[in-house]
């Protein structure tokens, strides 16, 4: 039957009971995105990209909050990450976001990569806001997922 | 001049001095939303909606991202928020997110309200990643912002 | 003979080394109460309970505070617990609380469920403080400890 | 009518907002009490009181929470605490714990007091349990709150 | 008569109270140096330097750490800094980093600037510790305090 | 080949993965000093050394920094450490600083032990500097490292 494994039967929040699990080698990617207007990457590219601090600044962001995820989101288990990447791809209306993480141990790390990327865009957002007010952050996935 | 108030003139990162800045009135809300299968809408109506406590655990993990925000985007302001609210939308085939922050100080909230919505999105994608591998996280823009 | 562990002779605060214990099962239980005014339990059961946010933000504060434990207490130790569950009882002149942690680790987990509970009272104060001035916390103790 | 501040009309949680609130002196004291053992006090007597290091490290971590308390109470609001004390009375058969808080600022501070209260009781408790498994916390409670 | 603010006249800690402190405008300038092997910064200026990540990698956590100071040092009041600045001067034996902090409020913010200095002098030796194992940091002093 | 293990062939922050390195065990033993006025240590010594809680103070601040060193050096793995320990000598013009780690795990902890003695010394230092102005911290380096 499928089951929410952070409810119970009654709809009451709870956290997973990860014990009995193996420890497990786990991998996830995620990717997002930020999309804004096309003068504001105009304006990245003669100014900051591809050598300025902006897509450091973002990925650093990343990582930390990768770090993190336990103390922004409830439910999740501390873990103790082996490795977090975040890569960017920067088009012509927008940046892609990318954020693999990894950890030999009981519990997926999804959580971690979507984490990264979303706190990645708002820093991104954080950094373009002063020169674009449409902007939006979307496409926030998990592409895949490994245990072994 | 249209200007990255976050970048030097050679693309590196700085944090904006706000202190000559007067103290006002500042309203930011932020909008998101999770897409997910019509199912896991139609298992968490069954289960957990609208009483269980789906929602109040992505709520309560907004208001505390929205707290949080300068430790998550390097070059945010820590701010004393007065006030910070986040509200729910449940349609068909994914949830709504909206978060609004509020501050008497010398600079723009929105960084807040968006934070809390990414956050929010996240501890909602988290639980219910368990019924639901497509989810994705989308739409995260700034839909009012006021200064007085 | 008798050891204040965290002591050394000279009565200066140490943290244990606890390299070479062996990672077993452990899980703790602790308990409190939060002391009120009838009258506030029956306003939150007129307006608040069993179905209102009350008692989920209290676990969710209680849940991230004993995942945050060894932030709060200079000499506890950094641990990954593997399950963290706090529970209510409401009677009619104040709201049991009980918490459960779990690891598979090198040391117990009282303190997390110590601080659990401590940090789930002090929210339900918080939400109830506006209309109740005489509220209480206490016996805060362990009930059960469990290493195997 | 009697109101709960952090709670809707149907009991959904919510954060006050306080902008519109003046800019006033606020002083809180709490109080609460570790109770132990005869034994664990004569044993403190002999090894670590009055001039090791038990009450320093139990002052230090109240301290540093009652500045953390807004991230630990998830409705609490961020605050610039101005003064944090808390000092011990060291008993027959427990120690007493009371934490004073001040803020120029447009919320009470009595959270403040009796978060620093409770994790300067956890801290005492965590120095002490290895040589007494019987110990407990009580009497948290506010006993002044001015407003001037 | 000399006192040291943060000790009772017993030699007890305490936190100082500012409350009844003017608000001013505080600017404090901090600096300190990474020495490391010649052959270090040779490296780095063939792989990393002036347009690779390390020195906005360092700057970044310097910036954070400020922010963070009254979560690090336990006697220190929180503050919201309205500006932070880290900046860095390579030499052929070392890096020279120099924290500006800035803030209109009741107390100054050299402990920011301070901690900004050797949180990046930390960050720059972990990311040159895999080729240099002989590296030191030193020379963190205040060369700055403004009030007015 | 020599070669900056945070850093990818163009000079990018990358975080090490440490996932297929063995659990040993690690020790770190980081040494500093804060250097001050000789006038500085005598007030100490009449009014605070060696019982007052000076040192006290700049431990707890040093174990709790250890604990967060991943929260404050981006690139660092967060650990589960097994020991932590901070110890002073008081000169007649300053105070050395010692702080060692231990960990059973895949990567090694003199980032942590360098962290505790950056943090105790600017926790010194803080407490200091109400008569002293001329202080400086320096000789941060790691004195040894051990991996069995």
Redesign the interface.
């Known amino acids: 039957m ?6 119970d ?11 009995a699990k193996p420890d497990q ?1 786990r991998v996830a990617v995620a990717e ?1 995105r930020l999309t804004c207007a096309p003068q504001t990457i105009a ?2 590219r003669a ?3 591809p ?4 897509l ?2 973002a ?3 990343g ?3 990768a ?2 995820t ?16 975040v890569e960017f791809t920067v088009a012509d209306d927008g940046i892609g976001i990318r954020a693999t993480t ?5 519990t997926g790390v ?2 971690e990569a ?2 990264a990327v ?2 990645a ?3 991104l ?7 674009d ?10 592409v895949e997922k490994i245990k072994k």
Do not use: W
Request: hydrophobic share 45%; with cysteine; net charge positive.
């Open positions: 499928t089951d929410f494994s952070h409810l039967p009654a709809g009451g929040a709870r956290m997973v009971d990860v014990g080698q997002g304006l990245l100014q900051a990209l050598k300025g601090d902006v450091t600044v990925k650093i962001a990582i930390q909050a770090k993190n336990a103390q922004l989101i409830p439910l999740c288990h501390p873990l103790t990450l082996s490795h977090v990447d990894r950890l030999t141990g009981k999804e959580m979507l984490t979303s706190v865009a708002l820093t957002y954080d950094m373009c806001k002063a020169v007010k449409s902007m939006s952050i979307g496409g926030i996935r998990v």
